[in-house]
Structures are given as C-alpha cells and as structure tokens.
C-alpha cells in the first residue's frame, strides 16, 4: 500500500508535468490521477480542492528549484559578480528538452489565474519573490564591490532577472521554439555585466 507521503508527492509531480504542459485551467482532477495513477478518493484525501493542489504544487515545484540551484556549481565561485554571472548561465543551461521541461511552473499558474485564484497568485508571488531574494544576495555583494553607486537596488534588479527569464519562457512558448528564450537569456546577461565595473 503507497504511503501517504508517497502518493501525495505523486499529485505533486503529476501537477508539476500536467500544468507546464497543458497549463492550469486545462489540466483536471481526472487528468492528475490518472497522471499519478490514482484514484479519486486519495486526490480528495490529500487536497480539498484543485486550488489546494496548485498552491501545493507551487511550493513543491519552488522548494525543487531551490534544491537544484543550491547545488550549482557557480555556487562556489568566490566573486559575487561570477556567482551572478554563474546562476545565469546555469539558468541558460536549463533550457533544453520540450518547453514545459524548462518552463517554471509559477509563471505559468499565475499567467492564467492571478484575477480568478488570489490563492494561488500568492503563492505563485511569495515563491518567485522568494526566489529573486536568494538572486539578490549576490547582486548586493556584487553591487558593494562594483557598482556601488548605482541608482537601483539589488532587490529591483533582482526582480528584473526574474521578469526576463519568464518573459523567455512566455516568448518560448509562443513561437515554440526554445532557441528564442536562450537568446533572451544571453541579453540578460550582457545587461548585468553591463551594470558592474569591475
């Protein structure tokens, strides 16, 4: 018999999948439990509701992020700019496979459901933001060492890396084809460096 940790975490990787991939509104119960090959039944069990998932499934997915960019190697590096520098193009490595491979998920819920679910655009905001938070730590270190003078916060510029990388994944999406967001990338990059003397 699954535990319940074990088939919980199935509806969460099921939704991770069945959201990039067909987006929130699209993907429904039945789709989840047939995705995780479960019934009904343990769905309602875990989850009131299929908002309940996608809050859980934002956190799911934001807490698989976060695991997998704590163990990059630009992690290392000693130089707060090459760290930045590093998380981008780790970021641009990512982008391969199908689109909803390297798509993130919460930019993909809240496109869809920031007016209807304010449950979920919380969520959604309180992982990117949370996100960007880690991205800015970096940039202020960087920020003290190279361009201390510069009118922007880190916590802004922060927020505007994270405001490309959707918007790559967004024009991905729309022209399916992966090769414009790793272009998009490759410009963001070239705009930090532009922001640091060193």
């Known amino acids: 018999m699954q535990t319940q940790h074990t088939s919980k975490t199935k509806f969460l990787d099921a939704a991770l999948s069945l959201i990039r991939t067909k987006g929130y509104a699209s993907t429904t119960v039945d789709d989840l439990c047939a995705e995780a090959g479960l019934t009904k039944g343990s769905f309602f069990h875990h989850f009131p509701s299929k908002e309940a998932l996608g809050v859980a499934a934002a956190a799911h997915f934001a807490e698989k992020a976060e695991g997998l960019f704590a163990t990059g190697a630009y992690r290392d590096l000693d130089d707060p700019l090459d760290r930045l520098l590093g998380y981008v193009d780790f970021r641009a490595s990512l982008i391969q496979g199908d689109i909803p491979d390297f798509t993130c998920l919460l930019g993909t819920i809240v496109q869809e459901s920031y007016q209807t679910h304010p449950a979920l655009r919380e969520a959604c905001d309180r992982h990117i933001r949370g996100h960007a938070a880690t991205v800015a730590e970096d940039i202020a270190e960087a920020k003290r060492l190279y361009a201390p003078d510069a009118a922007w916060t880190p ?20 022209g399916n084809d992966a090769s414009v967001a790793r272009d998009c990338v490759g410009h963001l990059r070239r705009y930090l460096e532009s922001q640091f003397t060193r």
């Open 155 to 174: 916590e802004s510029l922060a927020l505007f890396t994270q405001a490309a990388l959707q918007g790559a994944f967004v024009l991905a999406k729309a």
